[in-house]
């Protein structure tokens, strides 16, 4: 089960992973924030403690973390693929979504249709 | 994928990589249900199957309640809906090395070497002054001990939101969202009791539920 958590305090997507292990993936920053800087990072303990305020009224807490990144994303695609059929892009090099706008897509249809 | 269609189909290829090592951990790590399809017609899929990775049918949709405060589960979703005309109906979910390495091996067998760690330093395309191999690459070691230039009919750039090539060509960028995000993402082993994250067995010693996904 794949979850996409929305709350007051931001949102989170969770994904399941090999060796007990989850994948979360937390908003650390919007461009809607009046403060919003791209290259804005965040540390471990920072990230665990927005995911915290995120999930109440449940816990949860990281008995061990394999692997944690930091990446600024927006959804944008390239004004070329290629300019002479020679060189050519391919992957997030010309195209770049956030990891939960298909998830959002899927809502949206889900609103539609229901 | 475009190397290893290459490589099948008899082409000559250099495939370089900036990395000194196939992904050890992290980065991406989904396939969804057509790139699955894909992968089987290719003969690739079982390999990667082999690996037991996690299969995900379902999407749950929490958000806050409408009085009060916290987060309530709003609905589950199909995470390939029926209107999606896959053969196999679900995310893949295998860490990003295991599946480089079923390409790797592809590539291999047909006698082509990623020669990495190398990069990209320059290129230039001129079908005039040389119609046949109009296209000359400039490659470095990443820490500059060695470099090569080599003439090719066409390049290709996968290397990820920050390409070179992309800057070199002077190809823009545009973003129909406006809105852009920073997430952090965590890959790790969890105690928690949100009911979303998978029972997979309970430890009698901990007062909370040791909670984590299913394989």
């Not at chain 2, 470099?147 to 390409?163: D, H, V």
């Amino acid at each position: 089960m794949k979850c996409t958590i929305h709350s007051v305090h931001g949102s989170i997507m969770v994904i399941p992973r090999e060796n007990n292990m989850v994948r979360l993936y937390i908003q650390i920053a919007t461009s809607t924030d009046p403060d919003f800087n791209p290259r804005k990072s965040a540390t471990v303990e920072e990230v665990q403690e927005s995911a915290k305020k995120i999930l109440k009224p449940y816990t949860i807490e990281w008995e061990r973390v394999e692997w944690y990144s930091v990446y600024p994303i927006g959804q944008g695609i390239a004004d070329k693929y290629t300019l002479d059929h020679r060189v050519f892009l391919g992957g997030d090099a010309c195209h770049t979504h956030s990891v939960c706008y298909p998830l959002y897509d899927l809502r949206r249809h889900r609103l539609t249709v229901s | 994928m475009l190397s290893t269609c290459l490589a099948r189909w008899g082409y000559k290829i250099k495939h370089i990589d900036n990395r000194a090592e196939p992904t050890p951990t992290g980065r991406a790590d989904g396939i969804q249900p057509r790139s699955l399809d894909l992968l089987r017609n290719m003969g690739l899929k079982s390999a990667i199957m082999a690996h037991k990775p996690a299969r995900v049918y379902e999407v749950a949709f929490w958000d806050p309640p409408k009085n009060g405060k916290g987060i309530v589960r709003t609905g589950t979703w199909a995470s390939c809906p029926s209107f999606i005309d896959a053969r196999y109906p679900f995310t893949t979910l295998l860490h990003q090395g295991l599946i480089e390495r079923v390409f790797i091996g592809d590539l291999e067998k047909n006698g082509v070497h990623i020669q990495r760690p190398w990069t990209i330093s320059g290129f230039k395309s001129d079908e005039k002054e040389n119609p046949e191999y109009p296209v000359e690459v400039k490659l470095d070691h990443v820490d500059g001990t060695a470099s090569e230039t080599i003439r090719a009919k066409y390049l290709f750039g996968g290397e990820g939101a920050r390409s070179f090539i992309r800057n070199q060509l002077g190809i823009g960028m545009t973003h129909k969202d406006p809105i852009s995000n920073v997430w952090g993402v965590m890959d790790g082993v969890v105690n928690t009791d949100f009911p979303d994250i998978k029972v997979s067995r309970v430890e009698p010693s901990s007062s909370a539920l040791k909670l984590t996904s299913t394989r």
